[in-house]
């Protein structure tokens, strides 16, 4: 077995702060995601990235960057936060594009 | 481009009573299908998945799911709920050609009532 680890759990940002979010995973995967879970919206697909140092925008890609410098690491940046956003931003981990295995998650609150 | 719709936010089904939880994609080619199950305040949990061969898929806690490609459906039905089936249920779909962009559905909540 495995496991992905989220850093930090919680993160309170600014306005306009740029934040930057953690995600490691030991299963040895090819391929990382970065989703968002909002309330009634499910989730949405930011980034993903199928090898180090690759990156393919999600269909949420706008205001985010990310980077994949190890196969086990893969970190998301918001590039200006936004006043009042609150979101649940989860990582995953797959073999090649099957079975997702996910991450507990990052809670933003943006005051 | 793939997507999934779910169409059904809510359902509220009594304990015992049968379920189905409503998903169609939207792919050109033959996917690769999932179900994840969201608990209150825990992680994302695979249910059951469908790549090839048998279009019925059994996954855990009794749950299945058909796969009926003239339709783009990937409905799950469980036979008698249980109350501790209450959660976030979530349709997915892939490309089985591993271009790796998995896509899932805005979500179904389910509550169950004794």
């Known amino acids: 077995g495995g496991i992905i680890t989220q850093t930090p759990k919680f993160l309170i940002g600014q306005e306009g702060q740029k934040l930057t979010l953690k995600c490691q995973q030991n299963?040895?995967?090819?391929?990382m995601y970065w989703y968002r879970q909002d309330s009634g919206k499910g989730l949405r697909l930011i980034y993903y990235s199928i090898t180090e140092n690759d990156l393919q925008k999600g269909d949420l890609s706008e205001g985010y960057d990310a980077s994949r410098e190890k196969k086990s690491s893969f970190s998301l940046t918001v590039t200006s936060a936004q006043k009042n956003e609150m979101a649940v931003f989860l990582c995953?981990?797959?073999?090649?594009?099957?079975?997702?295995?996910f991450g507990k998650g990052t809670r933003l609150t943006v005051v | 481009a793939q997507s999934v719709t779910q169409p059904d936010a809510r359902v509220t089904v009594s304990e015992g009573a049968s379920l189905q939880l409503r998903c169609k994609y939207s792919y050109s080619g033959t996917p690769y299908l999932f179900w994840y199950v969201q608990y209150p305040r825990q992680g994302l949990q695979l249910l059951l998945k469908y790549y090839s061969g048998d279009p019925v898929v059994q996954g855990v806690n009794g749950f299945e799911a058909e796969f009926i490609k003239s339709n783009s459906s990937f409905h799950l039905r469980k036979a008698s709920v249980h109350w501790s089936d209450s959660a976030v249920y979530f349709c997915a779909v892939s490309a089985n050609y591993g271009n790796e962009k998995i896509t899932f559905g805005a979500g179904t909540k389910l509550t169950i009532k004794p």
């Open positions: 299963f040895n995967h090819d391929t």
């Open positions: 995953a981990s797959s073999p090649r594009g099957v079975e997702v295995f």
